[in-house]
């Protein structure tokens, strides 16, 4: 029982990609990476990394012959919202073309397990105190609409071709299980204020003046060795047959964090206290986006474990190790 993990080099895939081959699980698993955002120093050396794209046709043929996949992990994607603004096209033939291409190889090759990585970015900005998979999805960025439309394919895929189907839906993602795992783009807050601080500059606040306690926006943050072990979860699930069609499933903590309270724990773990700076709200941001991490318990029988300071914690350790200090600090 096999499991092929597409994206497997990348930040989240890595850490999925240890947590099926930890000691205890020893998942076999196989990756499949372009390396176009992905590192293979990342995964441990006993894991085979197939350098390609999700879209291969033919490498899919191939991979899941010769490894006898019968569960696929996709992951592979491009993530960056205002990138996706910028070149809706390109990312709606990235991220939905390969997996058009990816689901037909699965049906093929007689695969019936498959978990897809969604995202909150599908609800768009809901005006709710907790988001439910029941809440109405309305996507505010062409990332968010592949996201959507790929679980729309994902479902009507599995059903066509038997394929049992896993959409999870992450909240926002921070911190790694070991420093040299860490992400390192700079495209979530977390990074975002580390990098500011590492320039000498102060982290920026966009808006304190949004409906919520402290004014600023409050997010639902969830460790990413939590999230990974959503994932072998679902993967069980999968195994067991314990899913039955399709199941969506957000993937957070079911917390409120805001972004000045985040930007404390920061300014703690780093020793750098400096005030941040508010600017103008960006437009399009919603004010809170908190998961219902019900479901997740309910289905998976999975909870987030790990708290926001272990997040900020670790990730400030990879950081140093991606970035290193600004001079003149102490070790
Ligand atoms: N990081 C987040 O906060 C977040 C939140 C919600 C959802 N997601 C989703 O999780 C998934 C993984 O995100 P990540 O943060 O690890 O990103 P990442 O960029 O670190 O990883 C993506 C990996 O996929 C590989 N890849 C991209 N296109 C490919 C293709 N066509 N064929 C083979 N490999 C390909 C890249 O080389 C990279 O290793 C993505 O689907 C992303 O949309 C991420």
């Not at 191939?62 to 996709?74: F, P, S, W």
């Not at 790694?176 to 700079?186: C, I, N, Q, S």
């Not at 639902?220 to 039955?244: C, F, K």
């Not at 914690?313 to 950081?319: K, N, Q």
Request: hydrophobic share 45%; aromatic share 6%; with cysteine.
């Amino acid at each position: 029982m096999t499991w092929l993990i597409t994206g497997g080099a990348g930040y989240i895939g890595a850490h999925v990609t240890r947590a099926m081959t930890d000691a205890g699980e020893r998942v076999p698993v196989v990756v499949l990476d372009d390396l176009s955002a992905g590192v293979p120093a990342r995964l441990p050396a006993e894991v085979p990394v197939v350098q390609g794209s999700a879209r291969d046709a033919a490498l899919l043929k191939r991979v899941c012959a010769e490894h006898a996949v019968t569960g696929v992990v996709h992951l592979a994607a491009r993530k960056q919202v205002a990138e996706s603004v910028a070149r809706p096209t390109y990312y709606y033939e990235e991220n939905l073309g390969t997996l058009a291409t990816l689901l037909e190889a699965v049906a093929e090759a007689g695969i019936t397990r498959f978990l897809f990585s969604s995202s909150a970015a599908v609800y768009g900005n809901p005006d709710v105190e907790l988001i439910t998979e029941d809440t109405p999805c309305a996507p505010v960025n062409p990332y968010g609409e592949t996201k959507l439309a790929g679980e729309w394919l994902v479902r009507a895929a599995g059903r066509a071709h038997g394929i049992s189907t896993v959409c999870l839906r992450y909240f926002n993602v921070a911190g790694a299980a070991a420093p040299e795992l860490a992400d390192t783009g700079v495209f979530n807050i977390v990074p975002m204020v580390f990098d500011r601080l590492t320039r000498d500059e102060a982290p920026r606040i966009f808006g304190d003046d949004h409906p919520t306690p402290d004014g600023t926006c409050v997010r639902d943050y969830i460790h990413v060795a939590d999230l990974a072990e959503a994932h072998l979860a679902a993967a069980r699930r999968l195994s067991e047959g314990a899913v039955r069609g399709d199941l969506t499933v957000n993937i957070g903590r079911g917390e409120g964090v805001s972004v000045r309270e985040l930007i404390k724990v920061i300014g703690e773990v780093s020793g750098d206290r400096r005030a941040p700076v508010v600017e103008a709200r960006r437009p399009g941001d919603a004010p809170r986006a908190v998961a219902s991490a019900a479901r997740a318990a309910e289905t998976l029988g999975w909870r987030a474990r790990r708290e926001v300071r272990e997040m900020v914690e670790s990730a400030w350790r990879g950081w140093l190790l991606h970035h290193g200090r600004r001079s003149g600090d102490r070790p």
